[in-house]
């Protein structure tokens, strides 16, 4: 008799992001330094030298592992020199996390802000050129407020001339710092 095979194995979610990385071995180095990441299942090449897949766990999401095979079209963000999305990780603790990211290789583009949403959040870039968000939730924000917020953001950077047209995050009272 044949045994019923469940469409989404075990463990995992509808979506799961797979990150195309040139250097599977030492991507799960830095997410498991970085980000605390813990391997569930590891394939290897034909010879056992090197992973080409390996599914990770990141506090209580899976994140699976690539490795690029540009005669396949299967390019990573440090060969394509962008990369067109993120990966975004709610955490306990996220001040403690980014010191531990930035410390095993990651680079920060935008240092955490206290956001008018509510979150405590800032983007890094990993070795392998993805773009991380990582966030903790520090205040409950009403949608009404949280308009109120972002209306009042927008208002001052609309009004501030700005050569970049960038819209800055920070505290009202950084914004004033750097203007002075």
Known sequence: MTQKVA?????????????????????ID???????????????????????HVTLKIG????????ESPELGIVSPSTLGNTGGQVHLYLEDMNALWETALEAGAFSIADPVDTYWGD?????????????SLASRIE?????????????LYAVAQSTEDSE?????????DRQDKAA
């Open 60 to 67: 209580n999401s899976l994140v699976m592992l690539q490795q």
């Open 165 to 173: 047209k960038t819209i800055s995050l920070e505290p009202d009272e």
């Open 120 to 132: 405590k959040s800032g983007v890094l870039i990993d070795p392998f050129g993805h773009r991380w």
């Open 30 to 52: 830095f997410y498991s330094n970085a980000f605390n990441a813990t391997i569930i299942k590891q394939v290897k090449d034909a010879t056992e030298s090197y992973s080409t």
């Open 7 to 27: 469409p989404v194995p075990k463990g995992y979610r509808t979506a799961t992001p797979c990150l195309i990385v040139n250097g599977v071995d030492a991507a």
């Open 140 to 152: 409950r924000v009403s949608e009404e407020e949280s308009r109120k917020r972002a209306t009042e």
